[in-house]
């Protein structure tokens, strides 16, 4: 298990982690590094939003059921509450990487409107570069840019086509341009991350 300690006072419990080393319910993992929490992590650490802190499992009385996640929140150390009006109140980050780390995305998303050079979209399935993590089901807005020189193309021979040319209710795919990790990026906020390339469906 683990025990985050908020700057408000409010403990968090991460309980039944992994500790298989393989697919199976090996129980031969115990509670390391790279196995229990991401390497690199040690008590006492300082973690932000969104940092991977644990790996899902099946440890300690819920061994041998499925894996799964027993979440709990202390107000001020005291004893647990309801988690789910913190996670509702909690920032909705698009993805998570390391500040001042490289990233690009590939998404596949229905079009809301375009701009002169913007996409409002709605992301339902979000790939993030380079850890691979997917996610699926998203139904999240974001606003992209789109520089005059991003690739925007229909159908599957690759035509050319402008950014205008987009219909709301649209399935496209997006690729993202390779930029550095910021707050304002993993949080998806307007404009703060820039496609490369756009596939409008086939009409």
């Known amino acids: 298990m683990l025990y985050l300690d ?14 298989d080393l393989t697919d199976g319910n090996d129980n031969r993992g115990g509670c390391k590094l790279g ?19 644990g790996y899902v499992g099946d440890s300690g009385d819920a061994n041998g059921v499925h ?31 390391p500040l001042g780390s490289t990233f690009s995305l590939s998404m596949t998303a ?6 002169t050079e913007s996409l409002h979209v709605r992301v339902s399935t979000l790939r993030s570069y380079p850890n691979g993590l997917l996610l699926r089901r998203l139904d999240r807005p974001l606003v992209l840019t789109v520089p005059s020189y991003a690739s925007i193309e229909r159908g599957s021979a690759g ?15 997006i690729w ?6 910021t707050p304002q990026a ?3 906020k307007a404009g703060a991350i820039s496609a490369e390339r756009i596939l409008l469906p086939s009409t």
Do not use: C, D, W
């Open 6 to 19: 908020g700057r408000s006072g409010t403990t968090y419990y991460y309980i039944h982690l992994n500790n």
């Open 35 to 53: 196995v229990t929490f991401p390497k690199g992590l040690k008590n006492g650490a300082r973690v932000t939003a969104g940092q991977p802190v």
């Open 67 to 97: 894996p799964h996640l027993h979440f709990e929140v202390h107000p001020h150390g005291g004893a647990s509450t309801n988690p789910y009006p913190y996670l509702l109140a909690a920032r909705k980050m698009l993805f998570y990487a």
């Open 110 to 115: 229905t079009v809301v409107s375009t701009g």
């Open 159 to 173: 035509n050319t086509a402008q950014l205008a040319n987009a219909k709301r209710g649209e399935r496209v795919s």
């Open 176 to 181: 993202t341009e390779s930029a550095t990790v």
């Open 186 to 188: 993993e949080l998806g």
